[in-house]
């Protein structure tokens, strides 16, 4: 940390679609690392063997990157058969792990969220909250939110390598929040692209407490990429993007409906009722690139939630109400201390950070059609 200087370099996984988008975290001395891939992706070549990636969690040791130990959310995949123009299929594959691990030191667990499965056979760790013991990575229990859901982009256009199951592709893409309820219950939280936030127990297996619909839910809609919670209260805004997203060519400037999808809720932790809700702001003028949606993951101190939106804003809401306390767009151009040239644009994916009094915020996310940018704001107390 003091000079950059590289200590250890370990690859994590040997598929060559291995895409680390979930936060590493470090536990006395272990680090774990969850891995999802651009597979599904990979699935829209016709002649590209569909699939072969395992959603996986490694642990290593901080000291030296020597391997603690690796557990994969679906068994090794094997031949299936053909798809129509006879190149071979492959499966169990995907459950992908978006985010980062949730550790629960008391019950010596870690909690981690999965993705969809890629081909068939579907599992029954797809789509799901997974216990693993911290020690061994053993999977102690598993419950799944939603079956039978194997889904590749080749879906969208009708490819031969969508699975038979066509989706509906309603990945965990955010991780599980472990909270204590008001009335003293600790709880795991987890939202869902169904547009689902569900409660699990931690202390029965996971058995579900509840299920509360905050969004219409989609490929790219409901929860996509974190909620938070006050132990109050927890928060969940939704993408629900509506239009025409870019598959391929030129990243940025899609056609999305200007006043469809996001949306921001609180729900009452005891039970899932709604506390209130905070409807999007449509684009205002419409542009390309330009949507509603919020699916950025959200940030929170006492008394504000934080929401970035696909429409390059940044707003502040009260946890008590949903009354916006302030609202900043950043997409727009920017002087920059360093002297180049800035503009931001779409804010997806990543959350705001807060610390020491300041918010931090990237803006300019193309990917799927948003807004381009390449502009770090910082805000600061008045």
Known sequence: AKSGKVLWKKRVDEHEATRLTGSAVAVNGIVFIPAASWEETRSVDPQYQCCTFRGSLTALRVRDGSLVWKTYMVDAPEKTGT??????????????IWSTPTVDAKRG??????????????????????????KTGRIVWSQQAT???????????????????NGPDYDFGSS?????????????????????????????KGKILWETRVGTGGINGGVQWG?????????????????????????????FDPAKGGGLTALHLEDGKKAWFAPSHPCDPPKPGCSPGQSAALALIPGVVF???????????????GEM??????????????????KGGSIDGAGPVIVGGMLFVNSGYPRNGGMPGNVLLAFGPE
């Open 307 to 321: 929401s970035p939106s696909l429409d390059g804003h940044i707003r502040a809401f009260s946890t008590e109400d």
């Open 325 to 342: 306390v302030w609202d900043f767009d950043t997409a727009t151009d920017f002087s920059t201390v360093n002297g180049l040239p800035a």
């Open 176 to 204: 599980a929040l472990l909270v204590r309820a008001p009335n003293g219950k600790e709880i795991l939280v987890a939202g869902q692209k169904s547009g689902v936030v569900h409660a699990f127990d931690p202390d029965a």
């Open 109 to 134: 667990l870690l909690y981690i969220t999965t993705g969809d499965n890629y081909s068939v056979p579907p599992t029954a760790t797809s789509d799901a909250v997974i216990a693993l013991d911290l």
């Open 83 to 96: 798809n129509s123009v006879g190149v071979a299929q492959w499966g169990p594959s995907g459950a992908p």
């Open 227 to 255: 909620m938070a919670s006050d132990e109050q209260k927890v928060y969940a805004a939704v993408s629900d993007v509506s239009g025409v997203m870019n598959t391929a060519g030129p990243v940025g400037g899609a056609t």
């Open 147 to 165: 079956a039978n859901d194997a889904y590749t982009s080749a879906c969208r256009t009708k490819g031969v390598n969508c699975p038979s199951t």
